[in-house]
């Protein structure tokens, strides 16, 4: 890809799993990445792409914090002049103390702390960075969802699932409202996939959860990677508005 024509994709939640495979695919595509994620390790992230001869940068932010997109996605415009790629896959799921994620133990403040990180902050950099995609009349919006936003998964606690699910109906609003502009809006609802997170758990566990799986297996951060490198290109201008199963059969409808 040209420099001068070099896109800018910045993915959120991009130091370990779903997030840092993202990173790694477009980063290797060509894309200008911007790494963005609440824990520091980011910046290592971005150096190791950076020592394989790719271009990226590490952004410390949580994007629970409003302020703070607002100045990264303002500071993304006065370096690039440009901001063509979105991928909103920050996402916590804090476990309930006592009994496994019963909604009748989980505090409002619990609550808050996943919608704000899982959804709202999605909607906030959505909001901001859609505006300079319009000047340029072409960008890309992904957005993280679940399995467990589209149907029953019993690991999956309320708060995560609601985010989740809303995260769905969310992206079909904003692939309505911008599609005269250029701009597409799209969901990737994972399975069970390699990260630190689904790491935790004993060998019988993951067994058993493996056995659920059709494709006898968990799938990889890569393959959720080549899902979103797919997304950003041109060739999926006519696609939006949709969710993509990624899930080795867990979900079939």
């Known amino acids: 890809m040209d420099k001068q024509q070099q896109r800018v994709a910045a993915i959120t939640g991009a ?13 290797r595509a060509g894309y200008q990445v911007i790494a963005i994620d609440r824990s520091p ?30 100045q990264l996605v303002a500071g993304i415009d006065r370096q690039f002049g440009r901001f063509d790629i979105l ?8 476990k309930i103390a006592g009994e496994r994620n019963s909604f009748l133990r989980m505090t409002t403040a619990q609550w808050n702390e996943v ?16 505006p300079l995609m ?10 993280m969802s679940s399995r467990a936003g589209r149907t029953l998964v019993d690991t999956a606690g309320i708060h995560y699932a609601a ?31 390699e990260t630190p997170l689904t790491a935790q758990g004993s060998e019988a566990q993951r067994a058993m959860l493996v056995g659920r799986i059709p494709v006898g297996r968990i799938g990889t951060p890569d393959e959720i990677g080549h899902v979103v490198e797919f997304l950003v290109s041109e060739d999926s201008g006519y696609l939006t508005g949709t969710v993509i199963d990624v899930n080795g059969g867990t979900y079939m409808c």
């Open 87 to 94: 991928v909103n896959n920050a996402g916590i799921h804090p």
């Open 41 to 70: 390790s980011v910046e290592s992230v971005a150096q190791a792409l950076r020592d394989d001869g790719l271009a990226a940068q590490a952004a410390v932010a949580d994007v629970a914090d409003e302020h703070a997109i607002q």
């Open 134 to 143: 319009r000047r340029r009349k072409w960008g890309r919006i992904v957005n």
């Open 15 to 27: 130091a370990s799993g779903i997030g840092l495979g993202i990173a790694r695919r477009l980063a």
């Open 163 to 193: 985010a989740k699910a809303g995260m769905i109906g969310m992206t079909r609003i904003i692939a309505a409202e911008v599609a005269a502009d250029g701009i597409t809006a799209n969901c990737i609802a994972p399975g069970r996939i």
């Open 115 to 130: 919608l704000a990180v899982n959804l709202t902050g999605a909607f906030i950099f959505s909001r901001e960075a859609a």
